[in-house]
């Protein structure tokens, strides 16, 4: 019997999480399905338990639900306890179990997609949300010392605090980051949404500060470069447009560049690996995404 998996979301008629699954349970020779469905706003508690009773073996849950998702679970995972976030449910009798599976496809994304090694590396995490709760987890798991900055500081505060026994994690302003460098800059912000930047402090221009001969000493040089360190890798968690702050970074230096696409991909790998116990190939799906 064909196993019934779904996305539930409020909007969802963009999710691209059913292409993402069917091509995963294509490639796997898995005997699923995977369907989009628009809860409403106060509806989705009725929306699971209906899909529950209804044989469902599964669903991912984005915005707005990723909060209730964690409330109405019976079991969580660790990291979905640590993000207050779940988007992936596993029914299991009468068991809910809740997992939140971003921040593992993030690390995935950065360490094997892009090759970019985390353990000892100096992380800017901005924003001090949901999306920020659901990898600061992982990222210190995967050895990276944090830093998270937000517009509002005591959010930031607070995030550290929540983290702060699992590894190297503090709170920042934006305006307290000038003069430090950091190995990769994570936009975990809505900021890209509205195609506003963050406000982090800017250095003299790349061409000046790279050049082979800089009329600067060292410390001046460092001075001038801005947040980014050598080699440093931007991360936008959003996807489909080069944004403000990729921009930003390709003007301020940074080396290599990301969007969240890669992320999208490596969340759902990592659902369908709690669901079916296998892990699909991701890459030419993110190929294949890149072209749509
Ligand atoms: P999400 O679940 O996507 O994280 P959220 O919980 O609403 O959404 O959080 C949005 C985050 O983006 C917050 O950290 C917010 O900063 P504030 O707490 O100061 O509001 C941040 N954010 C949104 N727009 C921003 C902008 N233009 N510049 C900097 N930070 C921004």
Request: with cysteine.
């Amino acid at each position: 019997m064909t196993d019934r998996y779904a996305v539930i979301g409020n909007p969802i008629s963009h999710s691209k999480s059913p292409l993402i699954h069917t091509q995963f349970a294509y490639q796997t020779g898995q005997d699923l399905s995977y369907e989009a469905i628009l809860a409403p706003l106060n509806g989705f508690r009725n929306t699971v338990l209906t899909l529950l009773d209804e044989g469902c073996r599964g669903v991912n849950v984005t915005v707005p639900f990723k909060f209730e998702a964690f409330q109405l679970a019976t079991q969580l995972t660790v990291r979905a306890q640590a993000a207050q976030a779940v988007n992936t449910l596993k029914f299991d009798g009468t068991e809910i179990i809740g997992d939140n599976t971003d921040g593992a496809g993030l690390v995935v994304d950065i360490e094997r997609n892009l090759e970019f090694t985390l353990q000892g590396k100096r992380v800017l995490l901005m924003g001090a949300g949901g999306a920020a709760y659901g990898v600061a987890l992982p990222l210190l798991n995967a050895g990276a010392t944090i830093m998270v900055a937000n517009r509002t500081e005591d959010k930031a505060h607070k995030l550290a605090a929540v983290f702060a026994a699992h590894g190297s994690i503090q709170g920042s302003s934006y305006i307290a980051l000038a003069g430090s460098q950091f190995d990769c800059v994570i936009n975990a912000t809505s900021s890209s949404l509205a195609d506003s930047l963050p406000p982090l402090p800017r250095g003299e221009s790349a061409s000046l500060t790279s050049s082979p001969n800089p009329p600067f000493s060292i410390g001046e040089n460092m001075k001038h470069r801005g947040i980014f360190a050598p080699n440093a890798l931007a991360y936008d968690m959003m996807y489909g447009k080069e944004t403000p702050f990729l921009l930003f970074a390709k003007e301020q230096g940074a080396a290599q560049f990301a969007d969240g696409l890669g992320m999208l991909v490596e969340q759902a790998a990592e659902s369908f690996f709690l669901w079916r116990n296998i892990r699909p190939d991701t890459a030419p799906i993110i190929a294949k995404l890149r072209l749509i």
